[in-house]
């Protein structure tokens, strides 16, 4: 019998990363709101094409197979900066391409980053950097989705088209970025001895740890293995000996992360299309340029490395 209890894993999607809107936003830029609502209301039939997210929405919506439309285990909410006029072609869309999508909250060019904890949103995506800063800042994980130049990430995800496969990078995503302002200040040796001493002790939670703890209780669902629905990854630039303390950490949360690449600064993206993640998460945005051709990447605008002076 379905848990009733059971928290469905939610995470919040702009109309903007969900489908493709490059066009009509560059119009809207060019010249302005009412240019931008006749474009989209002349338009209000025609299908809008797939995102940069929508591959990672249609598996997460396929999690949801076999469970009772009112009892889902995960559920994805619309949030967007246009009107509920303006939107009608999106929910179109979302028709048309068989989305079981049935929250939104459009906010007429207002920020609508409001709206995300209401829904009880585990997971923010979007294109607008200050959407992004301040969910992250209201305490809800948050990532800033850019289109790739590429047509490859989709590609990459393709390769398992029954598993969705997130990554996150550690510090400052999972974790909090002690190890991060340490290496900032004192350097590679610094921050190794900084690990070494203190392998024992857990990190601090990152502004991502309670949509792991999610995506995990949602794992517990259904079997292990290799023919799981949802596989995860760490793919951090911490290397031995900083490794010991990130496993140790994971442990005493409980967490199970079912692959963990420690590359001791080598580009991330090759490593993130060989794994065929659906999405990466991480905090440098050097790191997401090198993601971003192979795989979806979000930057989470978080820690000492996107301080603004």
């Known amino acids: 019998m379905p848990d009733r209890d059971a928290r469905p894993l939610i995470v919040a999607i702009s109309s903007r990363t969900l489908f493709d809107l490059e066009e ?34 249609r598996k997460l919506l396929r ?7 009112e009892l889902p285990r995960v559920e994805v909410i619309l949030i967007s900066r246009n009107s509920a006029d303006t939107g009608l072609r999106i929910f179109n869309s979302i028709a048309h391409h068989g989305l079981s999508i049935r929250r939104a909250a459009f906010s007429n060019g207002a920020p609508p980053y409001p709206y995300v904890r209401p829904f009880g949103a585990d997971l923010f995506l979007s294109a607008h950097g200050e959407d992004v800063r301040s969910a992250l800042h209201a305490g809800v994980a948050a990532a800033m989705l850019l289109p790739s130049a590429t047509a490859s990430p989709s ?14 990078d550690g510090d400052a ?13 004192g350097g590679l040796a610094a921050f190794a001895e900084h690990e070494l001493r203190r392998a024992g002790e857990p990190l601090s939670g990152g502004p991502f740890r309670g949509f792991l703890d999610a995506l995990h209780r949602l794992q517990q669902a259904f079997p292990t293995g290799d023919d799981a629905p ?8 911490r290397s031995v000996p900083a490794h010991e ?16 690449l420690f590359l001791g600064g080598r580009p991330k993206g090759p490593f993130l299309q060989a794994f065929g993640a659906d999405i990466f998460f991480d905090d440098s945005e050097h790191n ?22």
């Open 24 to 57: 009509g936003h560059g119009l809207f830029e060019r010249e302005g709101l009412e240019a931008y609502a006749d474009y989209q209301r002349g338009r209000e039939n025609d299908v809008l094409s797939p995102g940069v997210a929508f591959p990672l929405v």
């Open 63 to 69: 999690l949801n197979e076999g469970t009772p439309p």
């Open 155 to 168: 590609a990459a995800a393709s390769r398992n088209p029954d598993q969705l496969r997130i990554a996150f």
């Open 173 to 185: 995503v999972i974790f909090d970025d002690e190890g991060e302002r340490v290496s900032r200040e």
């Open 230 to 237: 949802i596989r995860t990854a760490l793919v951090t630039a």
């Open 245 to 260: 303390r990130v496993i140790r950490t994971l442990r005493e949360w409980g967490i199970r992360l079912d692959e963990a």
């Open 288 to 309: 997401i340029v090198s993601a971003r051709d192979h795989v979806a990447a979000g930057h989470v605008p978080h820690g000492v490395a996107n301080n603004r002076s």
